[in-house]
């Protein structure tokens, strides 16, 4: 059981839940952007849930890719709104799909967010690598031969683990939402300090517009700025003042060098270096970035840990209840 | 110059903080920051840290990357509370504090460099005008200016002369930041680039601020650019022997020797990683952080005996 790339898309890469214990020497933990989508699509193909990596999907940026199947399968597609065909014919979306040997699958223009993912019953069968078949681009390994498909790519089907579920199609109300403006929730911290007081209100009391610049390693935003504490730079951290010794970064943390355009940091992010960080996106808003098109009008909210917190246990039992649904 | 002046004695707890601050990185990273500024001291009490708490096993914590003077720990809170894993920081904080004659038990790794190659002068070429500090000349004359010396030349010697040490492994896969072993006021600081390049050479060896590193992979990079090394030092393939455990070559602790090479070294080292054949001089080597600070210059000459008696 195969699937063969015809096109392959603007950037379809391999993605599961992610690889974790390598940060530490820089190799960033990858997976689904989208988690929440990724699960769902993988569910609605029986795909097993349980921890660990997930079984590895395809994920595609803006331009889906086309490809064909060599056996008699079931697929989903999930995240950005965006027309499934089969052999050129509309199929649903967020629905299990059934193939027959040689279908072909193609997709139409996304109408809004920039990421959908396909799962295929029996997940997509590429090596481990270092406990994870999610690509890391930049470091050429992992997922289909380290590195993004291309036309003529095979890639091959592992055996279903789990039984299908009862539902077809997931029920309206468990869809997110691909398009408007996004709130993230922020814990303040790391080097916010460095910030003025006019500056950190500018940061939390703006609206800030997502530019094009915007991928896998980070989303960079537009707005009018933030002002740093003038200071002598400690030894070894560079001269600007939204400059500190190079650090790790959370996923997730919002720098903002020289001060104009903040950056959120995602699942392919650099692991550290030598901007100065003000907060962190919550774990439970990280799919909202994945969600965000450029233009994407957005406001950073503080939060608190305990609010942190509760958002996660909301957003995992969000999951629970939508995958609990498909029966 | 083997005498040694008293202002090269320097207490490593006396230039820390008492305690390092604690800040959260969302709900799923601790962020600990040993000091402000970069020193030995600092960045030796982060792997300390981080040592001690991949020891203590604490069940939700996921990845522990010490880094130059702090340290990044992930955890799941699902599985340990932010106040239970704040707790433990400190305690073992505690104890790394109160370690007397604290060491490492670490390697020193032999890196050939071609200094002043073709390759990182055709991309500063392409990156000039916009950004960087000094349109004419190369970024070894541009580092050997702002650190006051005569000629491109000197500052490779000193670059190379005495040995580093890995602060963090990080950025991008495997790459690792040095820090010169060296005193605060002969190490050699430079400015990065003015504006990010979008192309670095693989296994460029770049400088910014007091900290070289080596480039992994092609790529992004704002680090001065002085030459390139002639073996992989990440290599996903695994096919040269030092790489068979681990695609990584470097970790955090290991002490690093520059080699000046020349083009006909470099060409020949390169064709003996093509053949898989390529192997790093390197040897085990316990590094006491009080005799390197207490004394830098004699125990660098120790560092170096020891990789040439090997």
Known sequence: MALEIITPGLSTTVQDRGRSGYYNVGIPQCGSMDRYSSEIANALVGNDSGPGTGAAVLE?????????????????VAGAPVEVKVNGEPRPQWARLELKPGDEVSFGVIKGGTKFCVAVRGGIDVPMVLGSRSTYVLG???GFQG???????VLPIGVANGPLPHAAQLPENHIPRFTGPRELRVIMGLYAHRLTERGRALFLESEWTLTPVADRM??????PGVEWVERKQPFGAGSDPSNIVDAGYAVGSIQIPGGTQPIVLHRDAVSGGGYAMVGTVISADMDLLARSAPGTKTRFTEVTMDTALEARRTEARRLREAIASLG | MAEQSVDDVIVPAAVLPETARLTWGGDEFLFVEIAEEMSLAANFRAMSLATRLAS???????????????LLVRFNPDLLAPD??????REHEAAAASEVSPHVDTRIIEIPVWYQDPFTAEVQARFRSGYHQRPEGSDLDYAAEVNGLETAEEFISRHHEEPWL??????????????QLVERDRQLEVPKYLS???DTPALTVGHGGCFSCIYSVRGAGGYQMFGVAAAPIFEPAQALPDFEEFMVLFKPGDIVKFRPVDEGEYRAIQAEVAAGTFRYRQVPFTFNVDEALSSPRAYNHRILEALHGA
């Open chain 1, 60 to 76: 595609c940026s803006y331009v889906g890719p086309t490809f064909r199947v060599d056996a008699v399968t079931s697929i989903a």
């Open chain 2, 166 to 179: 890995v602060s963090m492994v990080g950025f991008v896969a495997g790459l690792p930041f040095l820090f």
């Open chain 2, 84 to 89: 239970e894993l704040a707790s433990a920081v």
């Open chain 1, 147 to 153: 590195r993004k498909l291309a036309a003529g790519d």
């Open chain 2, 196 to 198: 990010p390049r979008t």
């Open chain 1, 140 to 142: 050429a390994f992992g």
């Open chain 2, 56 to 70: 203590a096993q604490i069940p939700g914590i996921v990845d522990i990357c010490p880094s130059n003077a702090s």
């Open chain 1, 218 to 223: 980070g989303l960079r935003y537009d707005g």
